[in-house]
């Protein structure tokens, strides 16, 4: 083990800061989408099924890789996945503004965007942050997420400023070098674990393994195994996880994709619908800070069933789409950081990455999912807000 001289702030709070930065700008990045979709629907005449399925393929592209990331990070480690996820979904954004047909979009914004981005958020971020802390699991991954709030309200607005000024081309030109300039140089401080500088988990003196999760798990025996993806697949805990994704994610992502296009359709303007959106996340983030810090002292568990009780909104009112921010966000989106923990929590054994990717494979499969059967409701319904 090598040996470093004594840090001033523990290294695993460095590497959260990273991971804010890595979550502003790239999930805002993929949610930009929503931006981009109206003036691509208006520019190519194309249809809007037809359209909206570039995003739907990202992420049906995203459950394709999602088995291969959790193994390279095994054995390369998240420095290479999360460099490689940055450049290619910065190739994604800058070749989109060549496209004239709708396969040409379905590579650049869907596949390289949507496949990129798995690398370096959500998933890339958990599956190495968690290697660096113990009894503060929660309260860490819940301040990388939250910068996904902060990027939201700021990225967002701008641009769809720009877009608004120069169109959706060089607002895809502009967020692929703000990807590619703001990301690349720090996550270069990315390490796996903390014993690889010498430093155990929550820092110097703080009790390796897993000890301090002792509260926060309902098996002990269940995180002691070295779970094995088919081993997984035949208990039925994986598949009510499953099932939780199901619900939870198709919910919530068959509104967002269609949000921008739906506020402007009822007469708000380009601008408020850019707000809106960023408000979703800014509004999360109490709840994803608050309910991470709880989640270390009664349980991920409980908390996730809290955080779930916010996709009431969506289902109950007919006008969701506006009131997405305020209503859903604080809990359901904050609830997002509380799944990758207890996924992890459950399944902590030798091989956590390699573990991760069957929840995360049908993560993005209803991700995809959801956002094309929205289209398909609208169709038969004739309205946004009933679909």
Not at 156 to 183: E, H, M
Request: charged share 15%; proline share 5%; with cysteine.
């Amino acid at each position: 083990m090598p040996r470093v001289r004594r840090r001033p702030i523990f290294y695993g709070w460095v590497l959260v800061a990273v991971g804010f930065l890595t979550m502003a700008v790239g999930v805002n990045a993929r949610t930009a989408f929503s931006l981009l979709f109206p003036p691509i629907l208006r520019d190519f005449g194309w249809d809007i099924g037809v359209t909206a399925g570039v995003f739907s393929f990202g992420f049906l592209v995203s459950a394709v890789v999602t088995p291969f990331v959790g193994r390279l990070m095994d054995r390369r480690g998240p420095r290479l996945v999360v460099e490689l996820g940055i450049l290619a979904m910065s190739a994604g954004l800058l070749l989109a503004p060549l496209a004239r047909s709708p396969w040409q979009l379905y590579l650049s914004l869907g596949a390289l965007v949507g496949g990129g981005v798995n690398c370096f958020t959500y998933i890339g971020q958990s599956l190495y942050l968690t290697n660096w802390f113990t009894r503060q699991r929660g309260l860490a991954l819940s301040i990388a997420f939250s910068g996904v709030g902060l990027g939201s309200i700021t990225l967002l607005p701008l641009l769809q400023s720009v877009i608004v000024r120069d169109g959706w081309r060089a607002g895809c030109w502009v967020l692929g070098f703000v990807v590619l300039i703001l990301l690349v140089p720090p996550n270069l401080l990315l390490r796996h674990r903390p014993e690889d500088i010498g430093l155990t988990p929550d820092g110097n003196g703080a009790t390796s393994g897993t000890s301090g999760l002792a509260g926060n798990i309902v098996d002990r025996r269940w995180t002691a195994t070295d779970w094995t993806l088919s081993r997984a697949l035949g208990t039925a805990r994986f598949w009510w996880i499953a099932l939780g994704y199901f619900c939870g994610l198709y919910v919530w992502y068959a509104v967002q994709v269609h949000q921008t296009e739906y506020l402007i359709e009822i007469g708000f303007t380009p601008a408020t619908a850019a707000w809106a959106l960023g408000a979703v996340s800014l509004a999360a983030v109490p709840g994803q800070i608050a309910l991470g810090h709880l989640s270390d002292r009664i349980g991920r568990e409980w908390v996730w069933t809290i955080g779930n009780t916010g996709f009431r909104p969506l289902l109950s009112n007919s006008d969701c789409a506006w009131r997405h921010p305020t209503d859903a966000a604080p809990l359901s989106n904050g609830a997002c950081p509380r799944l990758a923990r207890l996924r992890l929590d459950l399944g902590d054994g030798r091989h956590p990455c390699r573990d991760f990717r069957g929840t995360q494979f049908w993560q993005y499969l209803w991700y995809g999912y959801g956002r094309r059967n929205s289209w398909r409701r609208y169709r038969t319904l004739g309205d946004r807000g009933s679909a």
